[in-house]
Structure formats: C-alpha cells, structure tokens
C-alpha cells in the first residue's frame, strides 16, 4: 500500500509539472480564460465526456461528486491520463497542421465508510497557448507593420471530494478545489522602418482561488435488470480576486529607450455559476445509454480589455456569453462475466454539441461538434485486481463565420487501477 501511496503522489506532482505546459496551440485560447478543459477521465472520454447521470463503482467519475458514494468498498481506485493530438487551423486558402502532447489528470477514489466516498486529485481547468504574426502594408508606402501574437499559460484544479448515500438510491456529494496558475499575453508592433517606435503590450495574471461543486444523483431500479440514474451539479459562480495587469512598452527605434506603463484592474476576473443535468439507462450491466446537458453563465461577467479608444484597460461587459453543451453517449460490454477478454471490453461512443463562452472582435467565438469513440481492455492480475486501460479517438471541429476553423484528432489514453487494498485475509 505504501508503494502504491507513493506512486499516486508522483504521478500526481507530474501531472502539475506537465500541467505548466500548454495543451493547446489554439488562437481562440488568447480570449476570456483561454480554452476550457472538458475534466473528464478515461472511461468516459469514450463517450464524449457523458458524467452527470453516470454511476459506476470501478471508476471516478468526478464531474458528478455524487457518483462517489458507490465506490467498491474493497479497492482504491487511481486514475491517470494522457492525450496526444493533431490540429488543422484554415483560414481561407491557408492551412496549417499543430501537434499538442499532455499528461493531462490523476484522480483516485476510495470508500472511507459505509455509504460515503471519498476522491481526490488534479485535473486542468483551462489552457492557453498560442503563436501567429500576421503583416501589412502601411498604405501605399514600403512600409510594412508586423503584429505577433503570443500567449502561454493556464489553470489547474486540485480537488478533494466525497459523496454520500444518504437515502435509498439518494446520494450527494461536493467537491472542495483549489485553483491556481498563470497567463501570459503578448501583442508585438513591429515595422521595417526605422523611424517607427516598436510597441508591446503584455498581458498577464496570477490566480489562486477555490472552486465549489455541489452534485445529486438518484437511481432507481425499473426492473431487475433496467437501472434508472438522474443526475444534477452545480458550480458556484464567484469572483477569483485576481488582478489582471497590461504592461505597455514603447521603445524608440533610434535611442532605444523605452517608456513603460502598467495598469491594474482589481478583482478582474470571475468564474459563472454553471448548472448541469443528465440521466442513464444500464440495462443488465451490458449496455449503458445517457445524455447530458449544461450551462455555464459567462455572459453575466465583465472581463478586462483595453479600451483603444482612451487607452484604459477596465472592465468591460459583453466579451463573454453564456455556454450551453449537449452530451449524448453510451457504452456496451457483450458479456461482463465471460472469460473471453473480447466479451468484456467495453465498447464506448459519444457526441457532443456546444456553444462558444468568448466573443472574437464583437462576433460570436466557435461553436464546436465533436464526436468519440473507445473501448475499455479489463486487465486481470495474480491478485485478481480489476484495472482497465482506456483508449478513445476524439475528433472536434470549431468553427464560426469569417474566423479560423480548427479540425482537431485527439487520441487519449487512461490507466485505471483498481486495487483491493481493503480485503480481509485468511489464513487457513
């Protein structure tokens, strides 16, 4: 057991050191906190990230906090991930290919008394990073302007959660998280001519906050072999008090000296209330079937811009909006009891379809399809361990008018150990 303590801990202090580096190279992640993370783990990126309704004892499920009051009473369970993926960015006739690599979450779960779970870990919450230049002529002159954007960054979540069964079918859980991490910004004007100042402008925040999520769940049996489970979270919205800066440098192409100015908005950035429901159908334990529906309430948010009209960076409203995101997705295993491996994989796809949370230059941001497909390989011991490996092949497109389209594959592969920590043993 302590060995295995040691393993989660090491896996976990890698998955912040990973978590430093950028998941993305996405140009939509320079707006609003930067791309979201969908947390899901292993067994349900499957399924396109369906949670809310989904209840199992061999996983973590940690969308749904409830879910952790059926954990196995016999075993610990740890879970970690990683993704590898492919972009294709087009923008009219220009295309051009990105690949991204992260070791992305480690959570763990565990029954600490009848009826009640426990779980914990650290998933990514959002993820910037970004590089492009793009350049002009100034008029009808020689001169050319040149603009690069660039941008690193993101946030992570450590969590602490338990669930509890508290009623016949009845159970409801929380989680306890902290959020922390950094961002950097950075827009450069640059020319040919040497007469013309260079000017850059730096953006940049450090976040250290909490995060609460609240979930119920009810399951009901409708038949001996048809189980019934509805789902619902919340997640307080709250201001993170965090101080985001631009820091303005206007360098003199001939003296070189440069003059620097920095503004400050307090209390600039916040997180949305977020509301979700969703349900599943298992029947026999074969085939599990649900859907999933969510909404976070961005457009309530100011965000800070500079206002290039007095040159102030302030809040501003209407840069964000409101998020909704449908899930669909299920799974099926032939014969979970049979000892042919083929017969007990578990067989997973799912869909998806959401609204963009950021506006680009006053225009709705991408919307996003994406769809999945993956199979669950139970992995068998000596010590009659239930693990599983995860793999799932993902494919999303954003897209929005007059803006860049991103085609992404992401391959994401999960390792899931569940080990019985809590037997009993006899000697004979």
């Known amino acids: 057991m302590k060995k295995n303590i ?34 899901s783990q292993g067994f349900n990126r499957g399924m396109n990230g369906l949670s809310i309704g989904l209840r199992q004892s061999n996983q973590v499920n940690m969308l749904n906090p409830a879910s952790y009051s059926c954990i196995d009473s016999l075993t610990m369970i740890f879970d970690v991930g990683l993704s590898g993926q492919v972009t294709n960015f087009k923008e009219g006739d220009r295309k051009i290919n990105a690949n991204n690599s992260d070791f992305e979450y480690a959570v763990a779960a565990f029954r600490l008394m009848p009826k009640v779970g426990v779980s914990f870990g650290v998933v990514p919450f959002t993820n910037i990073g970004y590089n492009y230049s793009s350049t002009n002529k100034v008029g009808t002159s020689t001169t050319t302007s040149t603009e690069t954007h660039s941008g690193s960054g993101g946030i992570h979540q450590a969590y602490l959660g338990i669930g509890w069964n508290f009623f ?22 640059t020319s040919n001519d040497a007469y013309v100042n260079t000017i850059t402008k730096t953006y940049d925040c450090t976040v250290q906050s909490y995060k609460l999520d609240f979930g119920l769940q009810y399951s009901m049996e409708v038949s001996k072999k048809d189980i019934v489970t509805i789902g619902a979270t919340y997640s307080l919205g709250h201001n993170l008090s965090a101080d985001p800066e631009l820091v303005t440098q206007n360098t003199n192409s001939q003296t070189g000296v440069v003059n620097s100015t920095q503004q400050t908005v307090y209390d600039g950035l916040s997180l949305p209330h977020a509301f979700a429901i969703g349900a599943s159908w298992n029947h026999n334990k074969r085939f599990t079937i649900g859907a999933d529906y969510s909404l976070q309430k961005w457009g309530e948010l100011d965000y800070p811009e500079l206002n290039q009209s007095t040159g102030v960076y302030e809040l501003k409203s209407g840069l964000l909006k409101d998020r909704h995101k449908i899930t669909v997705g299920g799974e099926w295993v032939p014969n ?25 230059n006053g225009h709705d941001g991408p919307k996003e399809i994406s769809v999945s497909a993956g199979f669950g390989i139970p992995i068998t011991n000596n010590w009659n361990n239930g693990s599983v490996l995860n793999i799932s092949g993902q494919w999303v497109k ?31």
């Open 168 to 189: 016949k079918g009845l159970s409801a859980g929380a989680n306890f998280s902290y959020l922390w991490g950094s961002y950097e910004r950075t827009l450069s004007i």
């Open 398 to 428: 954003a897209s929005a008018k007059d803006l860049i389209t991103e085609n992404t594959f992401r391959i994401n592969i999960g390792l899931t150990f569940n080990e019985r920590w809590f037997n009993k043993w006899k000697v004979n």
């Open 336 to 360: 979970w009891q049979s000892r042919k491996i083929l017969n007990r994989i578990h067989y997973r796809a799912g869909a998806s379809y959401n609204t963009p949370y950021i506006k680009v």
């Open 6 to 39: 040691i393993t989660l801990l090491l896996a976990m202090a890698t998955v912040i050191a990973a978590n430093a580096q950028s998941g993305t190279n996405s140009p939509y992640s320079q707006y609003g906190l930067g791309v979201l993370s969908d947390q």
